[in-house]
Every structure is written in C-alpha cells, then in structure tokens.
C-alpha cells in the first residue's frame, strides 16, 4: 500500500483518482491546488503525487518545481495528468486525463516501485 497525493481544482477528479486508488488498496490524500499540497506534504511524506498542471493558485508546474527544488521532496515521484501534456515539465511520467484507469494504475505502481514507465 502506497501513500498517494492527488492535487486538482476539479473536485470530480479528485474524487475519481480517490477511487480508483482507494480501490488499488492504497492510502489517498487530496489537495485543490500546489499549495495546499505542498502544505501537506510538509507533514507527510506521499510515495506519489499525482497532479494536475492547469489549476489556481499554484499550477502544477509551479508544484513540481517546487517539489524538486527541496532536497527533502526532491525525490518524491510525480504523475503529471493533463488535459495537455504538453506543457508538463518536470514531471517522471504525464498522461492525458482521458486515460484509463488501468493506465493510471500501472503508472503509478512503476514510479512507486521507482521505476520509469
């Protein structure tokens, strides 16, 4: 069982990856925005961060380097979905948010396992 962070403005999306890796069996946390994840992970350690880019506040490109930028984050690793992957950068794997979810899954479960996908 993994920790997991998912970081969307869209709560249908939060809710949707929370289910999904709920039912994986995994321990999920959620967050609206970079901020308020990365308040969050000052107290907690995630084994992923699964966020969104296009997002209020802090974007998820503003998250990301964020997270790299902090030696004690830096290692943390990150799923990128995106209505447009193309603007990601930073990220260990993007997908586009019309993935499946055992897409998601298997993604999540190679970066878990510290493995590129």
Same mark, same amino acid.
């Given at each position: ?7 969307? *403005?869209?709560? *249908? ?14 321990? #999920?946390?959620?967050? !609206?925005?970079?901020?308020?994840? &990365? ?8 084994? &992923? #961060? ?6 209020? #506040? ?7 380097? !964020?997270?790299? !930028? ?5 290692? $943390?690793?990150? &799923? ?11 990220? *260990? ?16 479960? !190679?970066? $878990? ?5």
């Amino acid at each position: 069982m993994a920790r997991i962070l998912i970081v969307d *403005d869209e709560p *249908d999306l939060r809710f949707l990856h929370k289910l999904i890796f709920k039912d994986a069996g995994h321990e #999920v946390a959620v967050a !609206s925005d970079g901020a308020a994840a &990365l308040e969050w992970v000052k107290n907690e350690r995630p084994d &992923l #961060v699964v966020t969104d880019i296009m997002m209020p #506040v802090m974007d998820g490109n503003q998250l990301i380097r !964020s997270l790299r !930028s902090d030696p004690e984050t830096a290692s $943390i690793p990150i &799923l990128a979905v995106s209505a447009n992957p193309g603007v990601v950068e930073g990220a *260990d794997a993007v997908l586009q948010k019309v993935s499946g979810t055992a897409r998601i899954l298997e993604t999540a479960r !190679s970066l $878990i396992n510290g493995e590129r996908p």
